[in-house]
Structures are given as structure tokens and as C-alpha cells.
């Protein structure tokens, strides 16, 4: 079983390892930033939990809705990585903004240029990896790539923790230092990731693509879209998770722990987890990863201990690595290969469109009836998305 695993492992293209590498350099550069920018906005700029709220949403929806114009593009010129280097750079370029902001709407035209960034690449990216990689370890290959993508998750609040000490908690200086693996970033993409080459049945320049055609994708993918909705307005921005734990007395030096507590477990489960989804329903182990995320919103919703809030956020990384890389796996089993860059745009605009809703409604919650209120909707819509999920399994298992 062992020498298989290892089998699959080498199977995985040389080019989905590295865009993983790439996804980690710049992960480990914006969470940095990220794991810190709670404090920084309540604390150092003075902004409200609502305002932070907005800030997050809109950061995050604009990220999807820019996945949508940059997949229908990478579809239409039957190209990826150059959107891919165009949108990593872009991400890098804001980064010299975080240490010099001075108000939240600084760090908002931040946040924003960055998610759009993040957005000019997503999608492309994603779909790079289904063109190079075979369908029989397609979900393997997105939990790799999901699962080194992940470890700069954890990596950039572990360097911030250590310079906030080695600083004395001067922010503003390690959002300066996270400029430094941003730029590695773009430099691995440039050199280190080769496209394939189209196909003789796709040298002339291909047909321009209607809505008509992405409407006529099919009732696997829609329910894909329907489900991710649902599924996101439990799972709101993770700087709740930051406040949360400070609210219960984290000290500042060392809350972005909350993010390498997460993001530790993420990378550790989404390669097996990805792998799972190869030899059985994707939907099932997705099921798995929505009861993960009930659990731990209903831990943080009624944790007083930094212990408890850490259990929670741990739950939270179980449910990110149960279900991100086989989102993406669904939605490229799901479009057709002509549109698979718009699918992606698709669905992350969906996503990330009800993301703005979730997170602002989040910050009301938590401004008005507290931190736990907060928690429990995500816990109540965690349910509904799951009750969606079953009937969508149970409808494909009748005859």
C-alpha cells in the first residue's frame, strides 16, 4: 500500500509540484501579513470588528469575481501561465503597502489589489493542473498541489511569530519582510513551470466561448456551484478565528499560532484526502469535511480557553483539507475540458460572492450579539449544506 502511495506520488507532474512551491512562497508571504492584520486593523488602526468583517468580504469576493473574467480568458487564448505570472505578480506589488498603511481603507485598496491578484491567477492555475495532469489522480494531484500550497499557510505565521518576538511586536517591520517570498514566488513561476503544448486539434485560435454554453454545463457541475454556496456561509474568514482567540487571551506576539495550528493539520490532511477521492465518491469524503466544520464552529462558539479555541481551529483545518482540493477536483470532473478555466471563474465567483455575505454578516453578528452567535450560524449553515450534499448523493444512488 506504502509503494503504491509512493507510485501515485511520482505519477504527479514535476510542473503541479512546483506551482505547489509557488502557491507556497506567496502563501507564506500573505500570511505574514494575514495572520496579523486583525491586530493591526482593530488594535493599531482602530477599525471595528464589522469594519474588519467588510474589509475580508469584499477582499474575498473580489477575488472570485476576477476568477471569472481570468478563467473565460485562459480558455479563450488556450493559455494559463501567463495569467498565472501576471496575477502572482500583481500579489507581490501590494505587498510593500501593508507596512506603510495608515488608515483600514489603505489596508482595504490592499487587501483588494491583492485578491485581485489572487483572482488573475486562480482559476488559470487550477486548470493548468487538470490539462497536465491524467484524471485517474486528479484528486491527488489537487491535494498536492493543495497540500504544499498549504504548508506556507502555516510557515508564514511561524516566521511572523518569530520576528514579532525577535522585533518587539513591531508589525509594520514584518509586513515589510513579507515582500521577500512574494518575489521568490513570481521568480519559480517564470522559470520553473512549463505549459504544455496544445494539440494540433487546438493550434487555431478557439472559438470564442457563449454564456449559453457555460448555462448548458450540466446539472453535476450546478450542483457543485449550489453546494459551495451553501457550504461558504459556514466557513467565513478565518481572521474570525484570529479575533476569536484573542478574545479569549491570546497574547498578540502569538496569535498567528492560530493560523499554523490550521494550516498544519490542512496540509497534512488534503494529499490523503485527495487521494481518498480517486477511489471512492469525492462527495462523501466532502460530506466528512462538513461535519469537521459544524464541530468546530460549535468549539469556538462556546470555547473560553485558548486551548479550546485551538481544538476548533484545529476542526477548521480538518474541514479545509476534506474539502478544497475536491471542490476542485468536482469542478474540473464536472466541465468540459473547452470551458474548464471559466468553470473554475464560475464557482469561485459564487463562492467568493457569498463569502462577502458570510463575513459581513459575521461582523454584525459578532458586534451585536457577540462571538458566539457568530459561530453557531456558521455551525446552522454547515448543517444546511450538508442536508443539501445527502440529498444530491442520495438523488444520484436512485435508479
Known sequence: MARHRFQNLKAVPRSVWTLGFVSLFMDTSSEMIHSLLPVFLVGTLGASVATLG??????EASASITKVFSGWISDRLGKRKLLAVLGYSLSALTKPIFPLALTPFDVLGARFADRVGKGVRGAPRDALVADITSPAIRGLAYGVRQGIDTVGAFLGPLVAMGLMLVLANNIRTVFAWAIVPALIAVALLVFGVKE?????????????????????????????????????????????????????????????????????????????????????????VLLGGLGALGLADLVLARSESVSG?????????????????????????????????????????ASGVTLLGA????????????????????????????????????????P
Do not use: C
Not at 481551529?313 to 468540459?336: K, N, S
Open 54 to 59: 467588510l474589509i475580508e468580504g469584499v477582499a
Open 196 to 284: 504544455p503544448r496544445r494539440t494540433e486539434t487546438h493550434r487555431t485560435r478557439p472559438a470564442p466561448i457563449r454564456w449559453s454554453e457555460v448555462r448548458a454545463m450540466g446539472a453535476p457541475f450546478w450542483s457543485v456551484v449550489i453546494v459551495g454556496m451553501v457550504f461558504t456561509l459556514a466557513r467565513f474568514s478565518e481572521a474570525f478565528l484570529v479575533l476569536r482567540a484573542q478574545s479569549v487571551g491570546l497574547a498578540v506576539a502569538l496569535v498567528p499560532i492560530v493560523l499554523v495550528v490550521m494550516n498544519v493539520v490542512y496540509s497534512v490532511v488534503a494529499p490523503p484526502a485527495g487521494s481518498l477521492s480517486d477511489r471512492i465518491d469525492r462527495r462523501l
Open 309 to 349: 479555541v485551538l481544538i476548533g481551529v484545529a476542526l477548521w483545518g480538518l474541514h479545509m483539507g476534506l474539502t478544497q482540493g475536491i471542490f476542485a477536483a468536482l469542478v474540473a470532473d464536472a466541465a468540459p475540458e473547452r470551458l474548464r478555466g471559466t468553470a473554475f471563474g464560475v464557482f469561485n465567483l
Open 359 to 398: 463575513s459581513i454578516l459575521a461582523g454584525e453578528l459578532w458586534t451585536v450579539l457577540g462571538a458566539g452567535a457568530t459561530f453557531y450560524a456558521g455551525a446552522a449553515f454547515a448543517l444546511l449544506a450538508a442536508g443539501g450534499l445527502i440529498a444530491v448523493i442520495h438523488r444520484k444512488s436512485d
